[in-house]
T-cell receptor, first 113, second 113 residues
Framework: GAVVSQHPSWVICKSGTSVKIECRSLDFQATTMFWYRQFPKQSLMLMATSNEGSKATYEQGVEKDKFLINHASLTLSTLTVTSAHPEDSSFYIC?????????FGPGTRLTVL | GENVEQHPSTLSVQEGDSAVIKCTYSDSASNYFPWYKQELGKRPQLIIDIRSNVGEKKDQRIAVTLNKTAKHFSLHITETQPEDSAVYFCAATETGTASKLTFGTGTRLQVTL
């Protein structure tokens, strides 16, 4: 149990376009999900906390208008990178909590050309 | 907010030797400390965790110790094997599935034959 999926697993896009990443909890409901970004050889940095039915809480320095988060159901949160630029290229990972443990999705590798 | 420091950044040990990774945290309210193993391009996998009401926890070749007074915790891997080679992250949070994790900077462990 406690499986979190992400889609797509990788995406390549042109600069200026928007990309949507989905995070799903497959066998449990998650009122809260988290979005992390990981640059090569670096740690996971929390971008925002996604709350079902309400606005996301963004970490300091993360532009909420650039990284749009929607948590419309208890099993789905989406992260949209708007007007993507090469510096947004990174590994994006979501997680969801269940019984005091966080379960991570497999990650989405975004490459912006 | 919480700040987690992790040392060393890289660690090379011979197969069969022990490996120790240390972390310190800043927020005395943190009471849950998980350790994750991440292989290249994969999601972080929880390998062991400890809560603040416990000083030590062991699971086969892996153990974690916690010193609440000094605000530091350590991961110990004994009888290392090549498959232990990966990046290890410590993290800290105040318990609850809705609690965000603050990660350490990571330790790249290389187990050589």
């Amino acid at each position: 149990g406690a499986v979190v999926s992400q889609h797509p697993s990788w995406v390549i896009c042109k600069s200026g376009t928007s990309v949507k990443i989905e995070c799903r909890s497959l066998d449990f409901q998650a009122t809260t999900m988290f979005w992390y970004r990981q640059f090569p050889k670096q740690s996971l940095m929390l971008m925002a906390t996604s709350n079902e039915g309400s606005k996301a809480t963004y970490e300091q320095g993360v532009e909420k208008d650039k990284f749009l988060i929607n948590h419309a159901s208890l099993t789905l949160s989406t992260l949209t990178v708007t007007s993507a630029h090469p510096e947004d290229s990174s590994f994006y990972i979501c997680s969801a909590g269940l019984e005091n443990e966080q379960f991570f999705g497999p990650g989405t590798r975004l490459t912006v050309l | 907010g919480e700040n987690v420091e992790q040392h060393p950044s890289t660690l090379s040990v011979q197969e069969g030797d022990s490996a120790v990774i240390k972390c310190t945290y800043s927020d005395s309210a943190s009471n849950y400390f998980p350790w994750y193993k991440q292989e290249l391009g994969k999601r972080p996998q929880l390998i062991i965790d400890i809560r603040s009401n416990v000083g030590e926890k062991k699971d086969q070749r892996i153990a974690v110790t916690l010193n609440k007074t000094a605000k530091h915790f350590s991961l110990h891997i004994t009888e290392t094997q090549p498959e232990d080679s990966a990046v290890y992250f410590c993290a800290a949070t105040e318990t609850g599935t809705a609690s965000k994790l603050t990660f350490g900077t990571g330790t790249r462990l290389q187990v050589t034959l």
